[in-house]
């Protein structure tokens, strides 16, 4: 009960924040989109066979328009490309965040052998480059979105796992840390009840920015044609409108409606994970220093800005009229 009693009050204080407000009603609604794609697309994404409604410009009946070489629905096709970006998205973010936060308290706790295995293997993941590694891996194990969801776990989780490894270096050395290895808990224990809670806003906003991340990286690979064929996505939405020529034809509508997706998916996500961050760290904002700046940027501060300039300036015409008269005595003397 106390847990769900928590999960209530961040929630809470979530909606209470105004861009946190923003991103929440976003996710939420993609979220319904997606849930209900069935219900809210007025035709199958699927059908290829309507010949005589190929390019058809946004009308009442088709509300953004058809595809030009097989007179699909684009909207309908938005629609259900929320499934896989959200799939693709949400479930990579949280199985990167889980396999991230587990390895690096592990390093970070344990230390030793465990450390050293896991810290080179991060090194060597990071040095790797990821995009070709990306396409030999899809060739050889297939172009199904669950591969990929793999892949971007197998890649994903190195940068987080060693940001949880410097951080358990310092919760490892807490009051309570030493009260519970005092007490004779293990260190699973200590993990799992005590390390593993002092990295939650870390965890938190890894998972949410991780899947807007993941949304824009699993529409690149579509785009590449490197995406699951069987299944609609808005990156295959703009590989298709690339390959059939809607530039050429004028088809604004097919390129304009996967990329307004994609922009609307990683926009509130990326609003949600940095106020989740917020809330659960509320030092981040007032200990930040960009926060710190533009708190100070104000007319005041413009105002000083340009008078320091003009003294400047009236400080170096000073000194050249000095030396010119300096120079001019000496010829003089001369």
């Given at each position: 009960m106390?847990?769900?009693?928590?999960?209530g009050?961040?929630?809470?204080?979530?909606?209470?924040?105004?861009?946190?407000?923003?991103?929440?009603?976003m996710?939420?609604?993609?979220?319904?989109?997606?849930?209900?794609?069935?219900?809210?697309a007025?035709?199958?994404p699927?059908?290829?066979?309507?010949?005589?409604?190929?390019?058809l410009?946004?009308?009442?009946?088709?509300?953004?328009?058809t595809?030009?070489?097989?007179?699909?629905?684009?909207?309908?096709?938005?629609v259900?490309?929320?499934?896989?970006?959200?799939?693709?998205?949400?479930?990579?973010?949280?199985?990167?965040?889980?396999?991230?936060?587990?390895?690096?308290v592990?390093?970070?706790?344990?230390?030793?052998f465990?450390?050293?295995?896991?810290?080179?293997?991060?090194?060597?993941?990071?040095?790797?480059p990821?995009?070709?590694?990306?396409?030999?891996?899809?060739?050889?194990?297939?172009?199904?979105?669950?591969?990929?969801?793999l892949?971007?776990?197998?890649l994903?989780?190195?940068?987080?796992?060693?940001?949880?490894?410097?951080?358990v270096?310092?919760?490892?050395?807490?009051?309570?840390?030493?009260?519970?290895?005092?007490?004779?808990?293990?260190?699973?224990?200590?993990?799992i009840?005590?390390?593993?809670?002092?990295?939650?806003?870390?965890?938190?906003m890894?998972?949410?920015?991780?899947?807007?991340g993941?949304?824009?990286?699993?529409?690149?690979?579509?785009?590449?044609?490197?995406g699951?064929?069987?299944?609609?996505?808005?990156?295959?939405?703009?590989?298709?409108?690339?390959?059939?020529?809607?530039?050429?034809?004028?088809?604004?509508?097919?390129?304009?409606?996967?990329?307004?997706?994609?922009?609307?998916a990683?926009?509130?996500?990326?609003?949600l994970?940095?106020?989740?961050?917020?809330i659960?760290?509320?030092?981040?904002?007032?200990?930040?220093?960009?926060?710190?700046?533009?708190k100070?940027?104000?007319?005041?501060y413009?105002?000083?800005?340009?008078?320091?300039?003009?003294?400047?300036?009236?400080?170096?015409?000073?000194?050249?009229?000095?030396r010119?008269?300096?120079?001019?005595?000496?010829?003089?003397?001369?």
């Amino acid at each position: 009960m106390k847990r769900i009693r928590n999960i209530g009050v961040f929630f809470g204080r979530l909606w209470s924040h105004k861009q946190g407000k923003v991103g929440l009603v976003m996710v939420s609604f993609l979220i319904l989109v997606a849930i209900f794609a069935p219900v809210i697309a007025p035709f199958n994404p699927y059908d290829v066979s309507e010949r005589t409604m190929k390019g058809l410009s946004p009308n009442t009946k088709h509300l953004l328009g058809t595809t030009i070489n097989t007179g699909q629905d684009i909207f309908s096709m938005l629609v259900y490309g929320t499934r896989v970006s959200l799939i693709v998205g949400v479930t990579s973010g949280v199985c990167i965040a889980m396999v991230g936060s587990v390895l690096g308290v592990a390093a970070g706790y344990i230390g030793g052998f465990v450390d050293t295995l896991i810290m080179r293997i991060v090194d060597i993941m990071l040095v790797i480059p990821t995009l070709p590694l990306v396409i030999v891996l899809t060739n050889v194990l297939g172009r199904d979105f669950w591969i990929i969801i793999l892949i971007f776990v197998a890649l994903g989780w190195t940068g987080l796992a060693r940001t949880i490894r410097s951080l358990v270096l310092v919760l490892k050395n807490s009051n309570y840390v030493k009260a519970a290895e005092l007490a004779g808990a293990s260190r699973w224990h200590v993990m799992i009840r005590h390390i593993l809670p002092g990295t939650s806003h870390l965890v938190i906003m890894s998972t949410a920015l991780s899947s807007a991340g993941i949304m824009v990286a699993e529409a690149g690979l579509s785009f590449l044609g490197l995406g699951d064929p069987t299944a609609i996505s808005w990156g295959k939405m703009l590989a298709d409108a690339q390959s059939g020529g809607a530039l050429l034809f004028g088809a604004w509508w097919w390129i304009l409606a996967p990329g307004f997706g994609i922009f609307l998916a990683v926009f509130s996500f990326m609003r949600l994970g940095i106020v989740m961050e917020e809330i659960a760290n509320p030092r981040m904002k007032q200990t930040s220093g960009v926060y710190k700046i533009f708190k100070s940027l104000d007319s005041s501060y413009v105002e000083d800005v340009f008078n320091s300039m003009d003294d400047y300036q009236q400080i170096g015409l000073t000194e050249r009229v000095q030396r010119g008269g300096t120079a001019h005595g000496t010829n003089l003397e001369a």
